[in-house]
Every structure is written in structure tokens, then in C-alpha cells.
């Protein structure tokens, strides 16, 4: 009996062993097959037969579109054809080439001016012809030469193209290079001068001009192994990324244009970068429902009116990308023309993709569709102009979470802002490297986006009439992993001046910091507003509190002033209080005497400045129509002019002929951004690097 129950009990464990490694293998079966799916959904935009479908309808370029397909995998005669099949494509390839040669060096005489043409036909008059067919015979062995010379330089350049493929693309190099190529041309050809056999008939045709490409086949046809050599060479020349000879750095302009000069051109992207995205918002993000943050243009929910004016809504600030999308798709100077565009914007919402596989298992997701991107861009004709200098792109999480290194493939975030291509766009983000020359700080999105301009002068009167009760103000939770944080003697400091300090402790649980009503209803009824730096330097808090007419009150220069350089006044004093954060760190510093201090009359002058900012800061409703258009400027407008004039200045470097384009070391360009140079500061110890 003992024995049947002990069997028995065995069993049951048994079966249950078994059942559990059944459901373990199902899921990892599962596991198995989104990833793959996801590769797949990224390595489709390059597939052979998917590149046609990227390229714009309203491109009209003549640059190639580079596939994926090895040169081995083209349709060539196998050695199964008959000799004179063999011989007959060799013909034609040679034939087709060097008829090709011969359009080319008739199209550059053409382009030689009158004094040539009149040369050449006093030549001829002279009698400096020789007889027709002895002149086209000692041309088709010219051509043979050329043909092969050409085919040997073709295999030098994929050969040296392979070697270079890695390096950052330099505008500079590669128009030096074609400068000395045109010099070695010129010097080669003597000038103006050309053959005494060349006449005016050469170029109107005669009679003859049939009979030549026969002779040159014949000529040809004894050359079965170099012309078979020859069209292998010319498939793979024909399959590789062709170079672009002139490079127009200065868009064009038309008279009396009010556009002359802001012109922009967006990208006509792979959906698989943007709409794909929102289309499965879903995958976003597993806590929060991006679907709804998503609605409404990007804005959010709607919702209701705020001090009796209208246009709130619960904006998220990681929907800044397709924020600033939609308001792309309104701004008055877009062009579908790129020759006329200043700027290039592309509509690639990184931050909603990297929230899809920030927490995931797999770290090399989060640079799959980035670099797919990367080798779409390096192909359109608008990105050679300036090797991508005049492209912009906008993200709306902060500049750290792209900033990961190669050798840490586990760390957070992925490697966008370190790509060599991204290095030479302009990177607008809601938070900024002090120390890179391509990254610049935009305002967070808040809740209000109004219109019409009348909800903004609705808002703004609002400001200046409400009745203020504490003198300061802080909402946020305290930071003890983080060692020099100011936190938590801020909110000592707010919790011993009880009548003129109101805090808001964000701690776990609580959800008042959540609801957008709440926060707003707690700056309006505050002079200042506390503003220390967080997890990084910048808040959303900072143009909440703003928007609600609360003069802000920083601890780091990074928090605002070296961050958001075109939004932003650059004396501080106007609009802004600066309390070291070091002070209050060491107890040197009483927040409330300093704001006590200042005088009524400058308290309301700064506050004055602060509801004269407030359109600067935030974004205008993409769906809305105002009626004077050019009353305001949202933060979109005041972003789109600072990317136009900084490639404005990179351009004129290139022109020049500036081989650095930045005269400055990299980890100053917080201090040239604010101030125009990198001398010696007082904020230097406040940006020295980790």
C-alpha cells in the first residue's frame, strides 16, 4: 500500500514537471518569434524589392537607388552560351560604353563658348582634317584604351570604397578632391585647345556617324576575354552609389520671396519611422496608454477650460516628436522644392521609438531602426548636399538617453546622438549635452495649446490679475540616491517657512502630482517657483510654472540658462532668480530672505517678463487657425529660426572654406552657445566634466 502511494506521488510530480517545461518552452517559443518579427519589420525597408517604394514620388533626382543585392547575384551569360553569343554581348557592352564616352566628351565641347567652336572651324578651314575613315579608326583605338583604363579605375574604387565605408563623410574632403580632379583635367587637355581633327561637323553629325559604331564593334570583336572582363566591371560600376560631382551648397532664391531664406523640406520618410509607430501605439509602453497621449496631433486628451479659457489638454512630454510633426505640416515656408529649402527636417520620432525596447531583453533593438534610418538619409540626394549638415531632427526625451557607448550595450538608452550622422545634423531635444556641438534644448510641451490668439491674450490678462497667497512654491519629490541633489534641504527649507512656502511632495502613491489641474492651481497662487535640478538638469516644472506667470527660481545654470538659448532672454536677471546650489547645499543660503529681499517694483517687472515669454514656451494646437499669424511665436516658430540661422552660419563656414567648421573644443560649446566665446566663467565649475 505504502508502495502504490509513494508511486503514485511520484506521478503527479512527474506530470507536473512535465507540464511546467511545456509552458516554459511555449513561452520562450513565444519570446522567439516577436523578436523575430520585430528584425524582420526593420530589415524589410532594404529588402530588393521595398526600395523602390522609399523613394518620394516628388524627388526628381538622377541619383541611383543602392540595393542590397551582390554583384554576383546579377543575371551574367554563363559559360554555356555559344562563343558567338559571348562574343556578341561583349560587342554590345563595349560598344554601349564607349558610345557613352564619346556623348559625354561631345556634351563638355558643347559647353566649351563660342571662342572654341571658332577655333576649331578655322582649323578646319585650313585644311588641318585628316580623311574621315582613317580619323574614326584611330578614334575607336583611343576609345578600346579609355574603355580599358576605365574599367581598371572602376575596381580601384570599390576597392578603395570598401576601405572608407566606416568614415564619417567629410564635406570638406570630398570637395577638395573634386576641385583637384577638374584642375588635373584641364591642365591634361591644355586649356581650351583641341584636337586640329575636331570640326563643326563633328558636332552636327554626317553621314558617317552610322558607319562608326560598326567599325568600333568589328574592332572590338577580338576581344573576347578583356571585353568579358570589361562588362563585369561596367554591371558592377553600374550597382555602385554614384558620387554627386557638383555640390550646390546655397539654396535657391527667387526675387520678392517673403520665404527667401526660411524654406524648409521634410523628408517623405518610411512609414516604419513614424505613422507605423502610432499606428501600434501599444507596444509604446506597458504602463502607460501612449494611444491616448498620442490623440489630438500628439497633444493628448482634451481637457476642461482652465480660469475660463479654453485649448488645455493632458500632454505628455515624450509626444514632442509628433508634436512638432504636425506643426511642421502648417509652417507657412514648407517646400516640396528641396533646391529651395535652407533646411531639411526629418520626421523620425526617436524617443517613441527607443520606448519600445527601453525595458526590453534585447539592447540591439533600440539601434535597429535608427541605423536603418542612417542608410536611408545617406542616399538622398538633399543629404549630399552638405553631407547632412542642413538636416534637423526633434526627440522629445532628453539628450542621455541616446547617449550610450558602443562598449556598454547593456547601459540605458540607445546610440543615436554619438551616429557620425546625427553628429553633423542639428538635434533639437527637450534637454541638452552641455558638451556637443549638434544638441539643443526646445521647451517641454505643457498643458496649454491654444488656437486662436485670443486664448492666448485671454490667458495672459489672466496671469496679470490673479491674486498670488505664498511667496514660494516647490513641487517634487526628493532625490537621496543622488548625492549632491538640493532636494531635500529645499523642501526642509519650504517646510519651516509654512506661511510663505506651499509644498507639494510628489511621493510614491500620491497622484496629485499627476493631475495637470492641480499642479497648475498650485503656481498660480505662488510668486516663485523653486526649480532644482532633478534625475538631469531640466524640469518640466520650469515652463509649467512659467505658464501659470510664476518667475522661476534656479540652482544650476544648466537647469535653463545654457539649455534653451533661442526660447529664453539672455539676461537672466529679467525674468529669473539664481540661488547657488552649492549655498543651499551647505546651509550658506535662506531661500526665503533672498526672495523677501527683492523689491515689489522688480518682482513685478519680472513677472511682467515671465506672461510676455509664455507664447515663446509653449506649442501652438496644430489644428488650430489663428487669424494674425504672425502676432505670436509658439515654441515651434522660435525652434525652426534658431536651426535656420545656425545652418545659415555652418554654411557660410563651408563656403569660405573652413576646414574646422567649429574653432572651439567640443566640451565649451555650452559656454559658445551662451555666450559667444569660451573665456574663463564664473559657471565653469558648474559644467566641468564628470
Known amino acids: 500500500m505504502a508502495m502504490e502511494k509513494s508511486s503514485s506521488k511520484y506521478r503527479t510530480q ?12 511555449l513561452f520562450l517559443l513565444y519570446l522567439f518569434n516577436s523578436s523575430a518579427k520585430t528584425v524582420h519589420s526593420h530589415e524589410r525597408l532594404f529588402r530588393q ?49 564607349v558610345e557613352e564616352l564619346e556623348k559625354e566628351k561631345v ?24 580623311p ?11 576609345e578600346k584604351k579609355r574603355v580599358r583604363s576605365n574599367a581598371d579605375d572602376v575596381e580601384r574604387n570599390v576597392d578603395n570604397s570598401d576601405q572608407s565605408f566606416d568614415k564619417e563623410p567629410s564635406f570638406l574632403e570630398a570637395k ?69 560631382r557638383n555640390v550646390i551648397v546655397r539654396p535657391k532664391t527667387r526675387r520678392n520671396d517673403p520665404c527667401a531664406g526660411k524654406y524648409v523640406y521634410m523628408h517623405e520618410v518610411p512609414a516604419l519611422f513614424n505613422e507605423e509607430l502610432l499606428k501600434n501605439c501599444w507596444t509604446l509602453s506597458k504602463w502607460t496608454d501612449m494611444c491616448e497621449l498620442t490623440s489630438n496631433f500628439g497633444l493628448g486628451p482634451r481637457l476642461p477650460n482652465m480660469e475660463g479659457v479654453s485649448g488645455w489638454f493632458a500632454t505628455n512630454q515624450f509626444t514632442l516628436e509628433v508634436i512638432f510633426h504636425n506643426r511642421m505640416k ?27 525596447f527601453l525595458w526590453g531583453p534585447f539592447p540591439f ?44 550595450e547593456s547601459d540605458w538608452g540607445n546610440r543615436l546622438m554619438i551616429l557620425p550622422e546625427i553628429r553633423n545634423m542639428t538635434m533639437l531635444l527637450i534637454e541638452s549635452s552641455p558638451w556637443n556641438y549638434h544638441g539643443f534644448a526646445v521647451p517641454y510641451p505643457t498643458y496649454f495649446h491654444p488656437s486662436t490668439n485670443a486664448e492666448i491674450l485671454q490667458w495672459q490678462n489672466r496671469m496679470r490679475r490673479i491674486k498670488r497667497r505664498y511667496l514660494f512654491s516647490f513641487v517634487g519629490a526628493p532625490r537621496p540616491n543622488l548625492g549632491d541633489s538640493i532636494r531635500s534641504e529645499i ?135 489663428r487669424g494674425d499669424v504672425g502676432r505670436f511665436e509658439d515654441a515651434f516658430d522660435v525652434a525652426v529660426e534658431g536651426v535656420l540661422q545656425r545652418v545659415e552660419g555652418l554654411r557660410k563656414k563651408i563656403e569660405e572654406g573652413n576646414e574646422e567648421i567649429f574653432d572651439f573644443p567640443e566640451q565649451f560649446s555650452w559656454k559658445y552657445n551662451v555666450f559667444g566665446n569660451v573665456e574663463r566663467h564664473e559657471w565653469d565649475s558648474y559644467f566641468d566634466r564628470p
Open 330 to 356: 502648417q509652417y507657412k515656408c514648407l517646400t516640396k522644392d528641396s533646391s529651395l529649402a535652407s533646411a531639411v527636417y526629418v520626421p523620425y520620432y526617436p524617443g517613441l521609438d527607443l520606448m519600445r
Open 49 to 97: 524589392e521595398n526600395v523602390i517604394d522609399l523613394v518620394p514620388e516628388h524627388h526628381e533626382s538622377d541619383q541611383p537607388v543602392v540595393s542590397g543585392v551582390d554583384n554576383k547575384t546579377l543575371p551574367v551569360p554563363g559559360d554555356d552560351s555559344s562563343p558567338e553569343d559571348r562574343i556578341s554581348e561583349d560587342a554590345k557592352v563595349v560598344n554601349d560604353l
Open 14 to 25: 512527474f506530470w507536473y514537471v512535465a507540464i511546467a517545461s511545456f509552458l516554459l518552452w
Open 176 to 244: 577638395k578632391e573634386r576641385v583637384d580632379d577638374d584642375n588635373n583635367d584641364l591642365e591634361s587637355k591644355g586649356g581650351n585647345e583641341l584636337p586640329n581633327d575636331w570640326s563643326n561637323n563633328d558636332l552636327e553629325g554626317d553621314n558617317t556617324s552610322e558607319t562608326v559604331p560598326e567599325q568600333k564593334i568589328q574592332s572590338n570583336l577580338a576581344l573576347n576575354n578583356s571585353t568579358s572582363e570589361a562588362r563585369n566591371r561596367l554591371i558592377s560600376k553600374r550597382n555602385q552609389p554614384r558620387r554627386v
Open 491 to 625: 523642501m526642509d527649507q519650504c517646510k519651516a517657512s509654512r506661511r510663505k512656502c506651499k509644498l507639494l511632495e510628489c511621493v510614491s502613491g500620491s497622484q496629485k502630482c499627476y493631475k495637470p489641474d492641480q499642479i497648475m492651481k498650485f503656481f498660480l497662487s505662488s510668486t516663485f517657483c523653486l526649480q532644482p535640478p532633478g534625475d538631469s538638469y531640466t524640469r518640466r516644472s520650469t515652463f509649467d510654472s512659467i505658464l501659470a506667470g510664476c518667475i522661476p527660481v534656479f540652482f544650476h545654470p544648466g537647469s535653463a540658462y545654457a539649455q534653451y538659448i533661442w526660447h529664453l532672454p539672455k539676461d537672466i536677471s529679467k525674468y529669473s532668480v539664481f540661488i547657488p546650489g552649492k549655498n543651499v547645499k551647505e546651509g550658506k543660503a535662506s531661500i526665503e530672505k533672498i526672495l523677501s529681499r527683492i523689491p515689489r517694483g522688480k518682482v513685478v517687472a519680472m513677472r511682467e517678463e515671465v506672461i510676455r515669454l509664455i507664447p515663446r514656451l509653449m506649442y501652438f494646437n496644430p489644428s488650430g487657425k
Open 132 to 142: 574621315r575613315k582613317s580619323r574614326s579608326s584611330s578614334r575607336a583605338e583611343e
Open 365 to 408: 533593438m533600440r539601434d535597429a531602426a535608427a541605423l536603418d534610418l542612417m542608410k536611408w538619409l545617406r542616399e538622398r540626394p538633399e543629404w549630399k548636399r552638405m553631407d547632412g549638415r542642413d538636416h534637423f531632427m526633434v526627440a522629445g526625451r532628453t539628450t542621455w538617453d541616446f547617449m550610450r557607448t558602443p562598449e556598454n
Open 107 to 130: 556634351e563638355s565641347e558643347k559647353k566649351r563658348g563660342g571662342s572654341v567652336l571658332s577655333g576649331r572651324s578655322t582649323r578646319a578651314r585650313r585644311g588641318h582634317r585628316e
